[in-house]
């Protein structure tokens, strides 16, 4: 009978010890295994080098390590990489490296398809299949710092919970891949360097709160007359933009950090002077900016990119009012990749 052997990078470093002394080992192989799986990246029990032949076989009898693979990887005109990302259960979710002349960001995944319904995400439309594990959110960071250095010359220098599923729905598990991002056993990136972006759950937000969290924080708005934003996401009927604002004033007085709205502006659906004024009248409950982001359309169908005289309509009454604003161009166009509708339009 087949074992069904646990992923080893679900263990922390005190129960890796543990294994080791309970097989008659040292406590100290723990901490060498755990190197390897986080700092070093290894994908096979075969790349720990500098343990013995026993101890690996001793780990592949009981463990798997349940790396990501890059199943496929295409290059933007303008520099943007494109991950397609099977995992071992052969499903697939993607992850996207955005250069500029001063940063590379990472935008990675961190569900396989979305628990929510926005109409204009392509990810949405993909049944939301099961949650990633902190290993793989993780991963998908290490390839993208990989491909960084071989690309661009320079490390991974900031990351975006942007791409397929909302992080507030796998609270644990994006929680767990941040600390090994950050820890010095890990990657060791600044959280501050990290920016965590939901649809907007109220309980979630105001749980980062409490948890003391020092990543920053997204929210996509799109819009914030009531009718639109639950029109555009039906699931922001049960979080209506009264609570929403309520979480937002408890995060920042709990951690005088900044909210970022993420906003995209459609023809005829979020153009006009009605919704202006809301979003102008919602950025000054607590300290923020905005980024419009220009569309990425999925369809032919009612999401459709605004003209730049609505683009700046926004960008006029906000400055007007001392809110940052500004316009966030789409990405790997001819590959599309934009960050936050990373699925494929097929």
């Known amino acids: 009978m087949q074992i069904d052997k646990k992923d080893i990078r679900a263990l922390t470093k005190e129960q890796l010890r543990q294994f080791f002394v309970a097989n008659g080992d040292k406590a100290f192989r723990g901490n060498q295994v755990y190197e390897w ?176 969290v020092k990543f920053k924080l997204a929210v996509s708005l799109h819009s914030a007359v009531e009718e639109i934003r639950n029109e555009i996401m039906p699931f922001t009927k049960n979080f209506p933009l009264t609570d929403l604002r309520e979480s937002l004033e408890y995060w920042y007085r709990k951690t005088k950090s900044k909210v970022t709205y993420e906003y995209v502006v459609w023809k005829g659906i979020n153009d006009d002077k009605k919704s202006i004024d809301a979003l102008v009248k919602f950025c000054k409950y607590v300290p923020c900016k905005v980024n419009l982001i220009e569309y990425n359309p999925i369809d032919d169908g009612i999401f459709q990119q605004a003209n730049d005289q609505s683009i700046n309509a926004y960008l006029e009454a906000l400055e007007k009012s001392n809110i940052v604003a500004k316009v966030r161009r789409s990405r790997g166009k001819d590959i599309d990749a934009a960050c936050g509708q990373l699925a494929n339009k097929s």
């Open 37 to 212: 799986l986080w700092q070093k990246r290894a994908h096979t029990f075969e790349d720990m080098t500098n343990v013995s032949k026993e101890t690996r076989a001793m780990l592949e009898a009981n463990f798997v390590i349940n790396h990501i693979k890059v199943d496929t990887l295409q290059r933007s005109e303008d520099g943007t990489v494109k991950n397609a990302v099977r995992l071992h259960d052969d499903l697939i979710v993607e992850s996207v490296l955005i250069p500029t002349e001063t940063r590379t960001t990472a935008c990675v995944s961190s569900q396989v398809g979305c628990s929510l319904d926005c109409n204009f995400c392509a990810t949405a439309r993909l049944k939301r299949m099961r949650n990633l594990e902190p290993g793989e959110i993780y991963d998908q960071v290490a390839a993208i710092d990989n491909e960084s250095r071989l690309y661009f010359d320079r490390p991974l220098s900031n990351i975006v919970f942007m791409g397929m599923g909302e992080p507030l729905m796998n609270y644990p598990n994006v929680m767990k891949a941040i600390d090994m991002i950050t820890s010095s056993e890990g990657l060791g990136m600044s959280p501050k360097r990290i920016t965590v972006s939901t649809s907007g759950i109220p309980k979630m937000i105001k749980k980062m709160a409490d948890d003391e």
